[in-house]
């Protein structure tokens, strides 16, 4: 008899759970890098939205308070004036531009603390389906301003807070469906891997931006619009919320139960247990999520009862009841101010970068995407960590500990030159976000399967929500004191956020 290939054996070696593992991790992770590719254009196109003028002028200046001395702004009838995109081409635009992110981001913290809660009550698939279809539409509305030649503010102001209210079915979603498929035993590992979605998304949303920033920008929100909508019905068509929703039915035998749903009845083949496998508790990364037997069968009735107590056999927990448990208030605190630091980056560095470096939108928006390499390594980094200790809270402290001063040295060295600016990404990446990736997935997890729930598996998502939901209002204040500051200088922009930075490792 003739040998497997090896591609059938590699194949062959992994569980029917693995696989089911494999592709739920794969799924979650490329539906929400699309939300974070949705958000990415606006910090690459501010470059865009005010130009420096003194280009065109050929006058060399270092703020724009000499620039308004030297240079008063020509109109022109066409679209875009010789300082940028109307009304963003007047003294006050980093105020317009703090407005925009304030506006997605206050709307996104608000909105997160109700998304929760609903997320508990409706099936995820359609909640998050209808989500990514409503931000494709009102990314995509951003960008129709350039082609309908639109430059009333509140225009990008609505767009933006409707932009920020529909992507919060994200998060608690995808952390809610990623937390039912995997246990605790290697969660801090799993999910520092999985949470590097957010750079990924981050780093092909400032490609994609930068591609047609200096030509169209309005295309730069149009094709992450669709790209967003793409995925949410990739997310109809293939998401699966819970192991439990692959429904088996198998063959009656001494060892089933009969379960009652309604008014029909249905029996289970229930796993029989030696002494020892019933008084030895089991790690749940290692328990198999599926029934596997010869004898079952998959079967697409999505009303089948899998187990005696369904997921959905308990009331959803309440707000104040997922306040109640213990270190939710107090990692929520701590994501507020890392968050801010995280979302002062996202949406200020590439303008920051073009001042500093003197580098045009495209290619300031390019080295950026450094930042989420670095983030992409500090995530994973934190995960092992924490899993190794077995102390999430000490993990995020050392990070803490570690990253406000390297924000000074960014602010310091950054001035040096390119290859200065290029290893200090890595780093400050690296130290920023670990902790905001680690708090965000493993703790939120950890958090909504707490010992004190008993139980109850329908925490996770409300508990998720309310975490990240306070650290948006840190996201929200974070771009809009970096607005209000930086006209006074970056240095002090930095010092606020080296603040914001003592103040999470204080908590």
């Not at 949705?38 to 130009?51: A, F, Q, T, W």
Request: proline share 4%; charged share 10%.
């Amino acid at each position: 008899m003739a040998q497997l290939p090896p591609g059938i054996r590699f194949i062959t070696s992994f569980s029917r759970d693995q696989w089911y593992r494999a592709f739920i991790f794969s799924l979650t992770f490329l539906l929400y890098a699309s939300f974070h590719l949705s958000r990415k254009p606006i910090s690459i196109v501010k470059g865009e939205l005010h130009k420096h003028c003194s280009a065109s002028h050929e006058v060399e200046v270092n703020s724009y308070k000499e620039y308004a001395a030297q240079n008063q702004p020509v109109k022109k009838p066409s679209n875009i004036s010789q300082c940028g995109w109307e009304p963003f081409d007047k003294s006050n635009y980093k105020q317009l531009l703090g407005a925009l992110d304030y506006s997605f981001l206050c709307a996104y913290a608000i909105g997160m603390y109700l998304s929760g809660i609903i997320g508990e009550r409706l099936p995820i698939r359609y909640y998050l389906t209808v989500g990514m279809l409503a931000s494709g539409l009102f990314t995509a509305m951003f960008g129709l301003g350039y082609f309908y030649n639109i430059h009333n503010l509140w225009f990008y102001i609505m767009a933006q807070i409707a932009n920020g209210l529909v992507q919060t079915t994200g998060w608690p979603s995808v952390v809610t469906c990623i937390g039912n498929w995997f246990g605790k035993g290697r969660r801090g590992l799993i999910m520092g891997i999985w949470n590097s979605h957010t750079s990924v998304g981050n780093i092909l949303g400032s490609l994609i931006a930068a591609y047609w920033v200096s030509t169209c920008w309005g295309l730069s929100f149009v094709m992450p619009g669709v790209t967003i909508a793409v995925m949410g019905i990739v997310c109809f068509l293939f998401l699966i919320e819970h192991p439990k929703d692959l429904s088996y039915s198998c063959t009656p035998s001494n060892s089933s139960k009969t379960f009652l749903n309604g008014t029909s009845r249905f029996r289970i083949q229930m796993p029989i247990l030696n002494a020892k496998e019933t008084s030895k508790p089991q790690d749940p990364e290692m328990q198999h999520l599926l029934i596997d037997s010869e004898n079952c069968s998959v079967s697409l009735n999505s009303s089948t009862v899998v187990t005696g107590e369904g997921r959905h056999g308990t009331s959803a927990i309440s707000f104040l009841g997922a306040l109640r448990i213990p270190g939710v208030i107090e990692f929520s605190l701590c994501l507020l101010f890392a968050k801010l630091v995280s979302y002062t980056f996202l949406f200020w560095l590439p303008l920051y970068i073009t001042n500093v470096e003197h580098l045009d939108a495209k290619r300031a928006g390019d080295l950026s995407t450094l930042f989420d390499v670095g983030g992409i390594f500090g995530g994973i980094l934190a995960g092992l960590i924490s899993d190794r200790l077995e102390k999430r809270a000490s993990t995020c402290g050392m990070m803490l500990l570690l990253a406000a001063p390297t924000l000074y040295m960014f602010s310091a060295v950054s001035k040096m030159g390119l290859e200065a600016t290029v290893v200090m990404l890595l780093i400050s990446g690296a130290l920023v976000n670990g902790p905001y990736a680690l708090i965000t997935t493993a703790v939120s997890a950890d958090l909504g399967t707490h010992k004190s729930l008993k139980g109850n598996a329908r925490a996770l998502s409300t508990v998720t929500a309310i975490i990240d939901g306070t650290g948006s209002v840190g996201a929200a204040l974070g771009p809009l004191l970096a607005g209000l500051i930086s006209p006074s200088g970056w240095n002090n922009v930095f010092y606020m956020l080296m603040v914001a930075d003592a103040c999470a490792l204080l908590v």
